[in-house]
């Protein structure tokens, strides 16, 4: 059972390791060609305005460098190979001496890498003669090593943050629940893993072309890039939600502080009601609803209903939020005039990991777990879940907690 235990252990701080390392590395990749993207648009516009007035190339050149304020330096080579420094600038040119290379940067700019490494694109001017528009590239290979630094401190943080949560899920006082804490390990990386191989997978297939260079036009590149940070960002608002899920799982007791919910939803539908002008909101809160339970999932409860709210219902879509209590338990209901959920799941118990319409939630950029943590964070309080159709229209969600 050790083994076992361990086994589950290793494989969730693995996994946790590699998801950290293909975030942060994506991000660092994505940042440097960011910055090699603002280079490249300096050098041609350069480029631009000298094919604009090739009687006066070298003029056009100077002047556009210092209307623009650019850090460029420029270059005259001849067509024996002879290099002249015209214009001066952070970069300590080192010189090309090659004409093939020069004339391999005649389409677009390339990088010469080095100890003082550039980027340039070569210009050809009447005569024969080409111009050279170069920038210094020290500084975004100084980015470069600090976000790999920065990406090796964040992968050791989530690597400890994955032992801690291991911790929790296969630390048992009891013996006799090792089995269910070996279940939930089990689930919870097969959910994981399953969750997360959609985004991955785009993410792996955008990375081949681009670094085969099977993207060549500026625009695809700027689009795949932007589908890449959009894939991340869909796999840390996974992550977030999957331990989340999992904290929620542990069987160890939660400490419950006095809350009055009546305040802890007003301000939720204040939030709502900024970001929501067009909306119908019908609000009835009866006042001084106190339970016992935690602030910070019975928050992530009332916002998670909200924001499916704001996700997935029309702009104008009417809204009822009521709160009361009824003897020892405290009843909030919150319904909206939305399109609802598929019969099915009005029928259909709520379990972790369970998704209504998976891709709702892909095309809102959400994780689709929401309602799986609303149920978790019920069943924490001990309380009841319903989800029925709404009087307006849509979904009806009813929470019964005690007090």
Partial sequence: MKKSRSRYAAISIFVTTVLSSVIGGFATIDARNSDLQQIDQSINLVAERVNSYPAEAISAAIFTID???????LVLVTKEGDETVINESHLIYPGINSMPVVKKALSSPISVEGENPFRFRAIEIAGGDFLIVAADLRKIDSNLNSNLKNLVGFTLAATGFAIFISILLLRRHDRGLDAQALQRMQRFLGDASHELRTPLTVIKGYSEMLSKGQMTDAVDRTRAYSRVNSEIERMENLIHDLLLLAELGESRPTTFEEIDLTE????????????????????????????????????RLIQNCLSNIGRHTPADAAVSISLKSKGKKVHLLIEDGGPGLPESAYRSEIAAMNRFDPSRSRESGGSGLGMSIIAAIVQEHNGKLELRK???GGLAVEVELPK
């Fill in 67 to 73: 209307e623009e304020s650019l850090d460029l330096t």
């Fill in 264 to 299: 802890l939803t007003k301000a939720h539908i204040n939030d709502f009601e900024l970001f929501n002008n067009g909306r119908k909101i019908d609000i009835s809160l009866e006042e001084n609803c106190h339970l016992k339970g935690s602030r910070e999932h019975l928050n």
């Fill in 390 to 392: 709404s009087h307006l």
